[in-house]
């Protein structure tokens, strides 16, 4: 399988600032990769640079075959899906979710007058069935809950059928029914052979989806433990990565859950 993404020793500064120290990561089609950190790790620094919007201090970054700083960014993110919470904000509240998803074939977030074609329509509705929100295409994006705006900027992210696509934070701010409705769609789109590789940023191995394959982990700019999911994520590693004692479980539906280790002079009993 060849490379998607692959960093080498990326270093990002900002001013004193050490955001990422010295991060090499690879990422290959076919693989679904959670990225956990706690707050400030420098999760969000990292999807920067894998959707071409940051510049890498030092280091080197190829994004699907080309090295950052010897090409067009402009040429190489249409192939990048990116989902966060910056994207949010660049959405027309008063848009409707349908063009919401459509306009991405242009790179533009409000629809204006670009000609759509039949097929772009039809991988609209398409998408927007697959994230299960085909009742809400005629509402405007600003009427949405919190749970069907995440819903509806994944399908936007993928409608340019891209080979890398970055999710950061998808859970974030949905309710307990919002996020095992995410989940159950992440693992939908994980399991599919057609999904391009993703990277799915999270605080909560919860919301880790069944069909997720591998796993990096991240503290303070540094990368603490990274490979498959099964092996790499151990209690010693998500302890490392939040700095406290934990320890984890995994469900036989293939989900996970973390609490903090107890001493036993404070378990009651
Ligand atoms: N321009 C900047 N100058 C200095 N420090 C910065 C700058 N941008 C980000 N940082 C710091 O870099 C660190 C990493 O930020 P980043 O947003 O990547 O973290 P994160 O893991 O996504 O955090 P969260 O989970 O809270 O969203 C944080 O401590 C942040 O305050």
Redesign the pocket.
């Known amino acids: 399988m060849s490379a998607v993404l692959e960093l080498a020793e990326v270093t990002v500064r ?4 050490l ?2 120290d010295r991060v090499s990561w690879v990422v290959r089609e076919g693989e679904r990769w959670v990225l956990l ?12 640079v894998a959707a071409a919007q940051m510049f890498p201090s030092s280091g080197a970054a190829g994004i699907l075959g080309e090295l950052i700083g010897t090409v067009d960014v402009f040429e190489l993110r249409p192939r990048i899906g990116v989902s966060s919470a910056a994207t949010a904000e660049l959405i027309p509240r008063d848009e409707t979710v349908r063009n919401v998803v459509l306009s991405a074939s242009y790179a533009v977030f409000g629809r204006w007058r670009e000609q759509y074609d039949d097929v772009d329509h039809r991988r609209a509705d398409e998408l927007l069935r697959e994230v299960g929100v085909t009742h809400l295409a005629d509402r405007t994006f600003g009427t949405l809950s919190e749970g069907e705006r995440k819903r509806v900027q994944i399908a936007r992210a993928l409608m340019t059928d891209p080979e890398l696509l970055l999710l ?2 998808p859970a974030a701010g949905l309710d307990l029914g919002g996020r095992e409705d995410l989940v159950s769609t992440l693992s939908v789109l994980a399991y599919d052979t057609a999904s391009p590789a993703t990277v799915l ?1 999270s ?1 909560h191995v919860e919301e880790i989806p069944p069909g997720f394959t591998h796993v990096l982990m ?1 503290r303070g ?1 540094r990368v603490v433990a990274q490979g498959p999911l099964a092996t790499t994520m151990t209690a010693e590693a998500l302890s490392a990565t939040f700095g406290m004692p934990l320890v984890l479980e995994q469900h036989p539906d293939g989900r996970y859950a973390a609490r903090r280790r107890q001493h036993r002079s404070s378990v009651p009993g």
Do not use: C, F, S, W
Request: hydrophobic fraction near 40%; glycine fraction near 20%.
């Open positions: 900002r001013g004193q600032a955001l990422l950190g706690a707050n400030g790790a420098g999760k969000t620094t990292l999807m920067q950061d934070e940023v605080h991240i700019g």
